[in-house]
């Protein structure tokens, strides 16, 4: 296998990790990373270069793909870039605020003859390919509804993230994004969305602008239905995906770690993770901290569940470089079909809570 070169752009929890991750993993090689103010401190830990400059960055030789895991409404410039000028490109969710952005960038990509991938990890869990097996394989029969709720309570911060604020990560429902793609992965993109909502419990300086509340109807091609909740303004916080269909139902709890299947009340259940290990550990995270609204930080460690699931990714990503053929499981992180779905249905979501009004897709 030919050792891929990668140049990393941003150095917080995430853009740490996947660095980390590449300079452990057997083919390839972190050269260089630019972004956050802790990248002198991780290019120490890797032994490799600190590039001030973006466009320097992107024009070395020695550098065959970029990890874009800037803040949010920082994606589109990296991407664009290492498109320009060659390089293949990772670039984490979600990967624009916009709809237009997010175009602009895949076709920058497929123009360009580069590989693209879009970082909905979500699509690396042990559980959530079981559920779209079983759906597959009919075991639910043909899905009629599915819910969603990935909720919490956040209390005071001593400063306020960037995840914080609409503008630079695009709220709950943006950030969050992993459980709205899943669910257009399972039933198809919708066609419609309605949302309500808005900041009721989270004003003034400890908190920023975000809505926390988000309710969301959703209507899928085939005329089957979904619902979602997200934000930090419930007390009774929740984390689980729902789907029945007429022969059977499924149930993915990400904050008690199970996936079961339901089938006229015979429970079959599975590893949301690899391990009951990864399970147990993701589950005492939720005991806690309301786990589906907290976010790390560049100095929090990452839980091995996590760190598992971003070996999968970067190996996904460094073989589709190698030009190894992707998976069927995750052909939609490489051929835009993820990125564009999620940010188009979040857009139309966020245009309906503006305008008080169903939107059409």
């Known amino acids: 296998m030919k050792s891929v070169r990668f140049g990393v752009v941003g150095s917080g929890y995430f853009g740490g990790e996947l660095a980390r991750t590449l300079h ?23 032994h490799c270069e600190t590039i001030e400059s973006l466009e320097d960055l992107v024009q070395r030789d020695d550098i065959d793909a970029i990890i874009v895991a800037s803040p949010s409404h920082a994606h589109k410039e990296p991407v664009m870039l290492a498109a320009k000028h060659g390089k293949h490109v990772f670039c984490e969710k979600p990967i624009a605020l916009t709809l237009t952005d997010c ?36 075991e639910i029969g043909r899905p009629l509804v599915c819910h969603a709720e990935r909720t919490g309570w956040e209390d005071k911060q001593a400063s306020v993230s960037w995840k914080k604020n609409n503008a630079t990560s695009g709220g709950h429902l943006f950030h969050h994004i992993h459980e709205l793609d899943f669910l257009q992965a399972i039933m198809g993109p919708a066609v419609s969305v309605c949302m309500a909502g808005g900041n009721l419990a989270h004003q003034g300086e400890s908190f920023g602008d975000e809505e926390d509340v ?8 085939d005329s089957t239905l979904g619902t979602m909740q997200y934000g930090s303004g419930f007390r ?9 269909g ?49 976010y790390g930080t560049a100095a929090s460690k990452m839980p091995s569940w996590l760190a598992a699931l971003i070996e999968k990714e970067m190996s996904a990503f460094r073989d589709a470089v190698n030009g190894i053929p992707v998976g069927e499981s995750v052909q939609m992180l490489f051929d835009g079909t ?8 979040a857009e139309a979501a966020m245009t309906s809570l503006r305008e008080k009004k169903w939107i059409s897709l």
């Open 24 to 46: 452990r993993l057997e083919g390839s090689r972190v050269v260089a990373v630019h972004g956050g103010s802790r990248a002198a401190l991780l290019a120490e830990e890797l």
């Open 214 to 221: 988000l309710l969301l109807t959703l209507v899928f091609a």
């Open 236 to 244: 009774w916080g929740e984390h689980f995906v729902k789907i029945n």
């Open 103 to 138: 175009e602009e960038m895949v076709k920058a990509c497929k123009l360009a003859g580069v590989v693209f991938m879009a970082g909905h990890i979500m699509h690396f869990m042990n559980g959530v390919n079981q559920v779209k097996a079983w759906i597959a394989s009919g």
């Open 338 to 345: 993820a990125a564009t779905t999620s940010i188009a249905t």
């Open 246 to 294: 007429t022969e059977g139902a499924i149930l993915l709890d990400l904050k008690h770690s199970k996936v079961e299947l339901n089938q006229n009340g015979r429970i079959t259940s599975r590893y949301l993770n690899d391990s009951a290990e990864e399970d147990m550990e993701r589950a005492r995270s939720y005991q806690n901290v309301d786990g589906a609204v907290a």
